[in-house]
C-alpha cells in the first residue's frame, strides 16, 4: 500500500491509490475507527448512489421497509470496501 506524511498541523493526504480504492475525491469525508485487533480501519462516509445500481432488483417485485433498504445499502457498501 501506500505511506503518508504527517504535517506540523497533524494532517495527511491520502495517496492516490488510497482515494481511488475508497472510491473519494475533495470534500468527502472518511470515518476512522479502532477494530477489536487495534488497528486504524478508514471507510468513507456516504456513498455515491451510483454504486447501489441495481443491486435490489429481484424477480418478485413487492414493498420493503424502510429498514430492509437501509440495511441492504450498509450491507453493499461494506461489501465493496
Known sequence: ???ATITSKGQITLPK???ERLRVG???QVDFTLNDRGEIVVRPIG???????GFLR????H???VEAMNAA???????KR
Open 1 to 3: 500500500m501506500a505511506a
Open 73 to 79: 445499502i450498509q450491507r453493499e457498501h461494506s461489501r
Open 26 to 28: 475533495t470534500g468527502d
Open 17 to 19: 491509490a488510497v482515494r
Open 47 to 53: 456513498s455515491d448512489v451510483r454504486d447501489l445500481r
Open 63 to 65: 414493498p420493503i421497509s
Open 58 to 61: 429481484r424477480t418478485r417485485r
